[in-house]
């Protein structure tokens, strides 16, 4: 089978399709046909292997097994079951976030444990459905694990129109609350159409001039410091900084953040993936999808998503002809 693969850390070019062995599920685990992965940031990270601390866990001079092949985020086919698999059968369509449990999305096939995948909606396609799991988790911890979204609430999503940001606006409006989203001036419409309220185009306006307090401040960007989310924030308001700013950033966020300033860090689980595939199927969230590639075409995809300029998700199609 064909898979997107690296055998050393670096930029796109290190990225390669591997003719590997098909792999075969433990007794815990499906074998899933992919129809659909999406990439995330999270992928460019391990192919370069930075910032440096990831390389704990993705291996120190070279990625190690489980991180040779990309991809966190799956749609697809069940085709094989282990022995023990009983909440699955073959042929069920699932999707689901998979770093934790494996990682190797950007497949023809990937083995993946149970508890990591939900049933996809039948009212939603496979490339909607791979675009969701990471980036709509982090959108639905950072709303209401880390800040607590009720209706009514202000809400400022920084980096509204990319992957996490579509979703965390259109979720924050979900749960009634006034979203302020802030991008580019190419992107208002979008924003607006995901359920902003307001939009501030950071092109044009300086956000920390404005005088707007904030009862939850969602950051993809991470070019906010401390003493700006302090500002910004009303005096019971919360911040859940998404994007990776920079190592003093973190650090300062880590050290001085405090409870109600800190860094979403969250491993995905089935209820949750469950709860955002309802919302999917009674069209509540929807996956807005820029462009998709084949599987041939990883180095570009990733290229792309590298640009920061990426409008809501990239989709990885693997029998795209
Ligand atoms: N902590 C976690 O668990 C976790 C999970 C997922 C993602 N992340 C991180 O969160 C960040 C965002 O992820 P993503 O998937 O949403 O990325 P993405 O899809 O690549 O984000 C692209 C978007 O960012 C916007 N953007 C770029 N610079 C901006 C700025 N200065 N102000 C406002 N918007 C700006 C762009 O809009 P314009 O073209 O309009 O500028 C574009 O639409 C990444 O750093 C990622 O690593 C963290």
């Not at 399709?17 to 899933?32: F, G, R, S, T």
């Not at 489980?66 to 069920?92: C, H, N, R, Y």
């Not at 859940?240 to 003093?248: K, P």
Request: hydrophobic share 40%.
């Amino acid at each position: 089978m064909k898979a997107s693969r690296i055998n050393r850390y670096g930029g796109p070019e290190v990225l390669f399709v591997a003719d590997i062995e098909k792999p075969v599920p433990n007794d815990n685990e499906v074998l899933v046909k992919v129809h659909a992965a999406s990439i995330n940031p999270l992928d460019w990270h391990v192919m370069r292997g930075t910032p440096y601390f990831m390389r704990a866990l993705t291996g120190l001079l070279k990625p190690k097994k489980g991180f040779k092949t990309l991809g966190a985020d799956v749609a697809g086919e069940v085709e094989q079951i282990g022995k023990g698999v009983t909440s699955l059968k073959l042929g069920d369509h699932v999707f689901g976030d998979i770093f934790n449990y494996g990682y190797g999305a950007i497949a023809e096939y990937v083995c993946v444990p149970v508890e990591a995948l939900v049933l996809k909606p039948e009212n939603i396609s496979f490339e909607e459905a791979a675009g969701v799991p990471v980036a709509a988790l982090t959108a639905y911890h950072g709303l209401n694990k880390y800040g607590a979204v009720r209706a009514g609430s202000e809400v400022l999503i920084n980096g509204a129109s990319g992957g996490v940001g579509t979703f965390a606006v259109q979720l924050a409006k979900f749960y009634g609350a006034n979203v302020t989203g802030v991008c580019s001036t190419r992107n208002i419409d979008l924003v607006k159409d995901c359920g902003a309220t307001d939009v501030i185009d950071y092109t044009e306006t300086d956000l920390m001039k404005l005088d707007r307090k904030f009862d939850l401040i969602i950051d993809m960007v991470g070019n906010l410091s401390l003493s700006d989310y302090k500002k910004l924030l009303t005096a019971h308001g919360n911040c859940a900084v998404v994007g990776f700013g920079g190592m003093s950033h973190l650090m300062s966020i880590g050290l001085l953040g405090g409870k109600r300033i800190k860094m979403v860090d969250f491993k995905s689980n089935q209820k949750d993936m469950q709860y955002l595939a309802n919302l999917l199927e009674n069209k509540d969230i929807s996956t807005v999808i820029d462009r998709s590639y084949s599987l041939e075409e990883t180095s570009e995809a990733i290229t792309y998503l590298e640009t920061s300029r990426a409008r809501g998700k990239v989709v990885i199609i693997p029998d795209k002809g």
